[in-house]
């Protein structure tokens, strides 16, 4: 990424504080799959930090109107170009945006899954709304799943870190064993696809819930000046990092699929650009290296943005709403979203099968059925997510059984057995 040291200075120039160290230089860390250190970083918060800076920046601009609350329902067009969108917003209603460029940058889909990192937002709207209008969405089956996620009641899927493993952290099974060695000889920095499944395997073979990341022989100073808010967070729970391992499991984390993107960030509508997680710009291929996402959204952006001042004004009369589904009952709403976890984390996880996709895609269409028939009620954003995450599903059940060979984040066991590609047991 050529662009990638200027929308660093760019960052700092709008505020973000990126780490320095003792020479003044910008500390860099190292993750799963990088042959150097060469991540930028604010503590264990680099995203927290970047949204900080761009919020604040947002805020001061004098030609942005922010709407807050506000859930897009709909893309507006004009024979076949998008001409805006529409829009609920809590204190407003309905509104309809009419604009010159419209970016989808609504991030990711990992609600799918009943384990994610993801925020409560990523429900894949912006998947919804242009596979609704029949663009293409493409690589949905390379979906990530972050190795390291606290394995605890109370933890809502908190993410611990890759740079903790960066730090020297190690994994072990429950018998103390550093069961990386018998995966692959780049251990704990393995890719996080050869480390989730690792671990999946383990958790498999041992028939066991959590495997444990132990940072004991790290000093206790460094962890708490690197990591403060995992720190802090796992003393909540009373598990303290220097002297306890910590329990993780994998969990859904990162979309690499998306809308197709060309590398202006354009869809195959006119008009109407992706960037970030909701974007297929194919710079993740089929596996997506740690702590890029946040540099694929600024770059692609930018590019966007330059490219987005030559679309023609728009006719602020002509454009028409797409077609929007209508909210089920929450309770209604609340069923299927569960009923639709399920189905994923049982045939669209780390280890899929032939049988098993096809199960989920007839799960799906039942659901699909289901909601179409069931009454409807008033407009709820969380009936309405409903519907972007059945879709977004349905592209990654589709994605993994169309994907015939398996290579990063897709790993079908059936085609493993037939060619061969990935020892079922550890060390053979
Ligand atoms: C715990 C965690 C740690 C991570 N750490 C790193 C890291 O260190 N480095 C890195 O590079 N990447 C990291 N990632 C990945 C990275 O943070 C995400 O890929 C990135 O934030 C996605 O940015 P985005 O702008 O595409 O979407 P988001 O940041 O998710 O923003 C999407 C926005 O769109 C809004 N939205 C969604 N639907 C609608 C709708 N219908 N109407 C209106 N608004 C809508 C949402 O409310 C949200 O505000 C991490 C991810 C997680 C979950």
């Known amino acids: 990424m050529q662009a990638a040291p200027d929308c660093i200075r760019w960052l700092q120039s709008l505020g973000v504080r990126f780490d320095f160290n003792d020479l003044k230089d910008l500390d860099l860390g190292r993750e799963g799959g990088h042959s150097r250190a060469r991540i930028v970083h604010h503590q264990d918060r680099t995203g927290w930090e970047v949204e900080r800076a761009l919020a604040a920046a947002v805020a001061a601009h004098p030609r942005i109107t922010v709407y807050e609350h506000a859930f897009v329902t709909s893309l507006v067009i004009d024979s076949g170009r998008c001409v805006g969108v529409s829009a609920r917003i809590n204190d407003l209603g309905p509104r309809e945006f009419v604009a010159r460029a419209t970016m989808l940058a609504t991030g990711g889909c990992g609600k799918i899954y009943g384990h994610t990192t993801n925020p409560r937002v990523a429900t ?6 242009a596979l609704r209008v029949g663009l293409t969405v493409a690589d949905m089956e390379f ?20 740079a903790v493993r960066g730090a020297g952290a190690t994994l072990r099974n429950h018998e103390g064993r550093r069961f990386m060695y018998d995966y692959d000889e780049r251990r704990e920095l ?7 499944r690792s671990i999946g395997r383990e958790l498999h073979r041992l028939k066991t819930w959590c495997v444990y990341l132990d940072a004991t022989h790290l000093p206790a100073e460094r962890l708490h000046h690197e990591f403060p808010m995992i720190w802090d967070r796992l003393r909540e729970l009373g598990i303290e990092m220097e002297k306890t391992w910590i329990p993780v499991v994998p969990a859904q984390h990162y979309s690499c699929g998306g809308i197709v993107t060309d590398l202006d960030g354009r869809t195959e509508m006119p008009g109407l650009y992706a960037a970030g997680e909701v974007a297929s710009t194919g710079v993740h291929g089929a596996n997506r290296l740690a702590s890029n996402s946040l540099l694929e959204a600024m770059v692609f952006a930018k590019a966007a943005a330059r490219a987005s001042k030559d679309e023609p004004a728009p006719d602020a009369e002509a454009g028409v709403a797409a077609p929007e589904p209508e909210c089920l009952p929450e309770p209604e709403a609340i069923r299927r979203r569960h009923a639709l976890q399920r189905l994923m984390n049982a045939h669209c996880g780390i280890f899929r099968t032939d049988a098993g996709l096809r199960e989920a895609q007839a799960g799906m269409a039942k659901l699909r059925r289901e909601m179409e028939a069931a009454p409807k009620s008033g407009f709820s954003p969380y009936s309405f997510e409903a519907w972007n995450l059945l879709a977004a599903a349905e592209s990654v059940a589709a994605g993994a059984i169309a994907r015939r060979t398996n290579v990063g984040l897709h790993f079908n066991e059936d085609l493993a057995q037939s060619a061969g590609t990935e020892s079922p047991e550890p060390g053979t």
Not at 190 to 196: E, F, G, Q, T, Y
Request: no cysteine; proline share 6%.
């Open 190 to 196: 393995a890719p996080r696809d050869i480390v989730a």
């Open 143 to 162: 979906m990530q799943f972050h190795p390291t996620v606290l394995s605890h009641e109370q933890s809502g899927g908190f993410l611990i870190t890759e």
């Open 124 to 129: 894949g709207d912006g998947l919804g709304l």
